[in-house]
Every structure is written in structure tokens, then in C-alpha cells.
């Protein structure tokens, strides 16, 4: 079992998430934000440009010299081959898994441990989604039996009463203070004397 | 000139049901069986609907976001580690310009950042007035306390009146009243006098459950859902039909005619309410 019906996690579970996770592929120091191998590709081309470019203003399409900002932005968009933020001496195992996936069968074919794992982890999710969609319609359809129950037996106690539930309100106003429930509550709690959206002069 | 009339023909409905006799000092067979009611019953109540009684599912709407549980948190972060080792190179020269204030922050942060510990990834960095933003907790001093009568109480979860009428013995129930006249159900007096609806010009019918609203008090914000029930409970030879509201601001102010109130989640009423009961109104509850 993955996962309990409290919502913990196994101790199975517990491995497979940490085992499979970037953690365990980057066991080494990752690189700080500031040194990137990605970027040596720009930076040589900036550097190549560079001493060419520094006395022109036009540059002519003949020259086959590109503006090194045109390079920078293309490097940034398009370039595949610089190494992952995360993985740093291993040559991007990420992006060579993915391009292996691609070519491997749709169908499970035989043991290969940690893409079990990530399909584990991923069914699961989705098995946790489904539950909380079927509650979520399962308690819609509870509330509607519940009201249509009530307008039945309305209308066989008190016809007046029931037309009068028909139809919308005479000045129908949506409520100002209905308030959506955010990470924490407001500073000063529940408002009991009414004076906390008074303005203060 | 029309909260006027709406005020004296409130006193006049109160000074009517302090004349009449009370029940159960007259009759005892007769009152037992109405007693259940509604606390109209106890105060004979004139025009009062015979078989129709009006009540309030008055609900206060969760106020935090619910927690999440141990595996959402474990899926979230694995997911977050994922993206983050996948994700491109951050090429913090093609967005910042070289020396600028901007860059120096961004630098600033991630060496910072760095500094905590060896697998950090990348930080925004924070606004001093950011830094000093406080927040409230999750968990008030009313769940510790467990005060049943407090709105900071079960924060993630909804809050539902339940109210022990002063008149009968039947125990916790939903607020419920009388309909008198020509009222309608959907008509509180504690909606229209809150909120900013005004009434009508031609409209000549007394608000429904004026006593309701008396018995819980004036101080509340209120608004209730549309102009139908969402539920009903056979009590005695009367239906209570319940009308859904919200509470936004405000508080109970106890009249007479209630001797206790209490804020209770869904869970709370199962255990509160007597199961028959219980298992009439449970339908129109939320889950959440």
C-alpha cells in the first residue's frame, strides 16, 4: 500500500519518493546559480564577436558575423545542451532518460525499478484525485437530493409558500464579505463588534 | 419611513407574544405534543402557520485553506525537486543588466541562499517589507481552548448554529420559528436588516422568522442563499423548513427564548444532535 487512508505515507512509499527523487540522481554539490556551463557557449560567441564588432555601428548581412545579443537570446531559448540546473558533472541524465522513453515501449515490458517507482508515485496521485473528485460530486449530489426532497414536500404542504420559492430575489445583491479562505486567517480574527472594515479617520 | 413601520409591527408581534398564555402551564397533553415545535408553541403565536415552520442552517464558511496531508506535501516537493532539476539554466546576464541594483539584489540573494546550505535552489529576493509581514496562526487559542461558542474555532472547516431553545425539551436543534401570516420563507429579518437590500415599497408582507432573528439577535451579518430550502425535518405535526445563510461578521446576541448556542463543525453535530434529528438535517451539510 502506498499510501494510508489517513493520508500518511508508508514507509515503502517513504523510499520510493526520496529514492527517486533529483535528490538521489545529484548526490554532489549542485552549482550554485552563478556558474553556468550553459552559458560558455554564448560566452564564446560573445567573445568572438566581440573584438570583430567593437568598431562597426551597421553590420552588413555579407559579414556572416551575427549581433552576439542575437546569439545570447538564441542560446537561451534553444539551447539543449547545457547541463541541468540540478545535475551537474553527469552529463544530463534527465534530458538522454528522456529521449531513451521516447524509444522504449509504451507498454511495461519487464523490471526497471526506478521508472516503476515514478509511475507508482504518479498512479497514486491520481488515484488520490479521483477520491477527492467522487467526494467532492458525492456530497454535490447529497445536498441536491437533500433540497429537492424539501421543495417536494413543500409542495404538497403549502402551494403558496412554494411559489414563493420560485423565481429570484426582488434586489438580488451579492454579498460584499464573502470572504475566500486564504493560508492563514486575518490578523485580527473573527469579527464579533463589526468595526473592523469601519475606516478609521 | 419603512423601518419605522417595520419596527412597530416587530413590537407589536412581541407585545402579542407576551400576552398570550404559555402553553405548558395550560394545556399539558396538548402542549407536550406541540412543545417539540417550535418555541412559538410555548407562546402561542397569532396567524402562525400550522404545519410549516421556517428554520436556518446558519453557517460560517471556512476561513483557511485545509491542510494538506503527509503525501500531498511529499508528491508537492518531489514534484518541485523534479522541475527544478530539469528546468534550463537560469542565466541571470540575459535579465539583469551587468552592474545594475537589480542584479547586485539577485546575486545577493542566491549567495545568501547559498550560504544556508549546499542544495539550494533559486531565491527571490524579498522586499523589506516583506521580511517584517507577520501572519496570524492556523490553530487559535479557541481550538486549544475548545470554546464552542467562538467563530476563530476549526479555522478549515465550516462552522453550523446549533441553538437549545429556552421553551420544550428537545435538546439541540437548528434555530427555527415561526411563519407568520403572509411571510415567506426566504425573508429573514436579520438578512434584510444587515445587508444592504432595501425593501420593496409594495411590499406588504411582514419578513418571515422575525422571531428567529430576534431570538438570535440583530448583531450579525447575514445573507441568506436565494428563496428556497435546502432541507427539511419532521418535527412533531410540523415541518421545519431550513433556509441556508452565511454569517460574515457579527455574534450571537441570546434573547430569552435561547438558553445555549454553540458553533459546531459537521462531525461535532453528529455527536451533539440526537441521531434522529441528526439524520433529517445531515443531508444539506457540507463536507467541508
Redesign the interface.
Known amino acids: 500500500m502506498f499510501v494510508t487512508t489517513t493520508g500518511a505515507l508508508t514507509a515503502a512509499s517513504r523510499r520510493a519518493l526520496s529514492a527517486t527523487g533529483p535528490a538521489a540522481r545529484a548526490r554532489t554539490p549542485a552549482l550554485a546559480a552563478t556558474q553556468l556551463p550553459a552559458a560558455s557557449a554564448a560566452a564564446r560567441g560573445m567573445a568572438r564577436a566581440a573584438p570583430a564588432n567593437s568598431g562597426t555601428k551597421k553590420k552588413s548581412s555579407k559579414d556572416g558575423i551575427q549581433d552576439p545579443r542575437l546569439q545570447h537570446i538564441k542560446s537561451v531559448l534553444y539551447d539543449n545542451a547545457g547541463a541541468t540546473q540540478g545535475a551537474p558533472l553527469v552529463q544530463a541524465p534527465s534530458q538522454r532518460e528522456a529521449t531513451e522513453v521516447s524509444r522504449k515501449s509504451a507498454v511495461y515490458t519487464g523490471p526497471d525499478s526506478a521508472r516503476m517507482q515514478r509511475e507508482t508515485i504518479e498512479r497514486a496521485w491520481c488515484l488520490l484525485k479521483k477520491q477527492e473528485a467522487d467526494e467532492i460530486t458525492a456530497g454535490l449530489r447529497r445536498r441536491f437530493l437533500a433540497m429537492r426532497s424539501a421543495m417536494q414536500e413543500l409542495e404538497q404542504l403549502d402551494p403558496r409558500l412554494f411559489e414563493g420559492t420560485q423565481g429570484r430575489k426582488e434586489v438580488e445583491l451579492f454579498p460584499k464579505r464573502l470572504r475566500v479562505p486564504t493560508e492563514t486567517p486575518p490578523m485580527l480574527g473573527w469579527d464579533y463588534e463589526r468595526n473592523h472594515n469601519v475606516a478609521q479617520n | 419611513m419603512f423601518a419605522r413601520r417595520l419596527f412597530s409591527t416587530h413590537a407589536a408581534l412581541r407585545a402579542a407574544a407576551k400576552a398570550a398564555p404559555s402553553a405548558p402551564k395550560e394545556a399539558g397533553s396538548k402542549a407536550a405534543k406541540a412543545a417539540p415545535a417550535a418555541p412559538a408553541a410555548a407562546k402561542a403565536v397569532p396567524g402562525e ?1 400550522k ?2 415552520a421556517v428554520g436556518v442552517l446558519l453557517k460560517r ?5 485545509p491542510e494538506l ?4 506535501q ?2 508537492r516537493a ?1 514534484r518541485e ?2 522541475e ?11 535579465y539583469f543588466k551587468k552592474g545594475s541594483v537589480a542584479e547586485q539584489r539577485w ?1 545577493a540573494a ?1 549567495e545568501a541562499a ?1 550560504a544556508l546550505g ?5 531565491v527571490q529576493p524579498k522586499e523589506e517589507e516583506l521580511l517584517k509581514l ?5 490553530i ?1 487559542a479557541a481550538d486549544a481552548a475548545g470554546d464552542v461558542k ?3 474555532r476549526a ?2 472547516r465550516s462552522l453550523y448554529l446549533v441553538v437549545q431553545h429556552a421553551a420544550g425539551t428537545q435538546g439541540w436543534r437548528l434555530p427555527q420559528g415561526p ?1 407568520v401570516g403572509e411571510q ?3 425573508e429573514t429579518r436579520g438578512a434584510n436588516a444587515c ?4 425593501r ?1 415599497p409594495n ?1 406588504t408582507v411582514q419578513a418571515a422568522s422575525e422571531r428567529l432573528a430576534e431570538a438570535c439577535g440583530s ?1 450579525m ?1 447575514t ?1 441568506v442563499v ?7 425535518a419532521k418535527d412533531g405535526n410540523k ?1 421545519v ?2 433556509m441556508k445563510a ?1 454569517i ?4 450571537i446576541v441570546p434573547s430569552g427564548e435561547i438558553k445555549d448556542h454553540a458553533w459546531l463543525t459537521k462531525e461535532e453535530l453528529a455527536s451533539k444532535l440526537d441521531p434522529a434529528y441528526y439524520a433529517q438535517i445531515s ?2 451539510l ?2 467541508l
Open positions: 402557520h404545519t410549516v464558511n471556512p476561513v483557511v485553506l496531508s503527509e503525501f500531498q511529499a508528491y518531489y525537486a523534479m527544478r532539476d530539469e528546468a534550463r539554466p537560469f542565466d541571470s546576464t540575459f546575486l542566491q547559498a549546499p542544495d539550494q535552489h533559486l507577520r501572519t496570524a496562526p492556523r487559535t467562538s467563530l476563530d479555522l478549515a411563519v415567506l420563507l426566504h445587508m444592504y437590500a432595501p420593496p411590499r448583531a451579518e445573507w436565494g428563496k428556497a430550502p435546502v432541507g427539511h415541518t423548513f431550513y452565511h460574515f461578521s457579527g455574534k443531508g444539506m457540507s463536507d
